[in-house]
């Protein structure tokens, strides 16, 4: 009941419930999966022997981290994604920068391959895709599925409640992370989405308990204004607001400033050297719009932009904010720094400039 929840047969009662199921892989409806004791994200770990060759199906975060951990790792690795680059929700260039880098420590990446049908014969596994009309075979120990996830929301009673299920199969909440029929019923985390990342799940988890603490009394709506992400392959993906895919999509405006960590003193002692930041911002004006980061510990130099965004601060500020050196952080300072330099006033330049000149003679 929408005040009860039964446990192994003992039954618990609140005034509020919170729901945190979570989500499971996604696993497709392939010829022949089930005969190669296909992988997930939750089962990758119980294996007991080592995988010489590995096919990973799915170019997203979970597939790209896996891939390049397993690579490292000595296994040969196969890369199959159907769409046309890896990581599709990020800018084409961050795609390609890692597809290079992928490509440069041995993996195979296949895209706009599509897989049709598994087969095993004794020990050997086979997987058959499909590539410009043409069948390609790839022979493999384990395949490890990375096609997304799904919110868990059947098997413990919502469907007799009658509880708000979206399209895409999280629970429907409102802003204070209600259920819409019960407002006595909250959920949060992957089961609720919008977003599958573990800090999102903490954020959520603090409204949800807080309102159900507090409601009817005081109630908080939950803040999903700035959220950041990072795929931790090596070097790290991080960002946070839009980027150029999205914008163009939204038709949004934007002026975008680019700064190569090639130039970055700290990576260069590292010998870490490569990647870049890309910040867009407002035509004309230094407000962020959003920020990509490609390089080592960029889940930690993007918490500057993360900060900056939620609260209104634009380049100027963080230009005009003394930073460690040598660090990391440095690069936030001097994408703002090339900013400046592209949007700077040419009238004034040229006053000053006939200035100067005058107080030389």
Not at 102 to 117: A, D, K, R
Not at 173 to 187: E, L, P, S
């Amino acid at each position: 009941s929408p005040y009860e929840v039964e446990v192994n047969g003992r039954v618990f009662t609140a005034k509020n419930i919170i729901i945190a199921t979570g989500a499971s892989p996604v696993l497709p409806n392939i010829k022949g999966i089930n005969e190669v004791n296909a992988l997930t994200s939750e089962t990758l770990w119980e294996i007991q022997k080592f995988p010489k060759r590995l096919l990973v199906l799915g170019g997203g975060a979970i597939g790209c981290e896996m891939a390049q951990a397993f690579c490292r790792l000595g296994a040969r690795v196969s890369l199959v994604e159907i769409g046309e680059r890896i990581l599709s929700k990020e800018d084409e260039s961050v795609s390609k920068f890692i597809k290079e880098r992928f490509v440069g420590e041995g993996i195979e990446v296949l895209t706009s391959h599509q897989i049709t049908s598994f087969q095993r014969n004794g020990e050997k596994k086979l997987a058959f895709c499909l590539h410009n009309n043409e069948e390609k075979e790839i022979e493999f120990d384990e395949v490890l599925i990375c096609l997304g996830r799904k919110a868990r929301t059947e098997g413990f009673g919502l469907e007799d409640l009658n509880v708000e299920i979206n399209s895409d199969g999280t629970i429907a909440v409102d802003q204070f992370m209600r259920t819409t029929h019960f407002t006595n019923i909250f959920a949060c985390g992957d089961v609720a989405g919008p977003f599958q990342f573990t800090h999102t799940a903490s954020h959520q988890a603090w409204y949800a308990s807080v309102n159900a603490l507090f409601s009817p009394f005081k109630k908080f709506r939950v803040d999903y204004r700035v959220i950041p992400r990072c795929t931790f392959v090596s070097p790290e993906v991080a960002s946070v607001g839009l980027n150029e895919v999205q914008a163009k999509s939204r038709s949004i405006s934007y002026d975008k400033t680019t700064y190569n960590l090639k130039q970055l003193d700290r990576a260069i002692a590292d010998g870490t050297n490569y990647g870049f930041v890309e910040v867009l911002t407002v035509p004309k004006s230094d407000k962020i719009l959003g920020v990509t980061i490609v390089g080592e510990r960029a889940s930690d130099t993007i918490s500057e932009f993360v900060l900056a965004m939620k609260y209104g601060i634009g380049l100027n500020k963080l230009l005009g904010t003394i930073h460690l050196y040598p660090s990391y952080s440095e690069a936030n300072k001097f994408a703002a720094g090339k900013w400046r330099k592209l949007n700077a006033p040419k009238n004034l330049l040229k006053l000053l400039k006939v200035f100067h000149r005058w107080r030389r003679t």
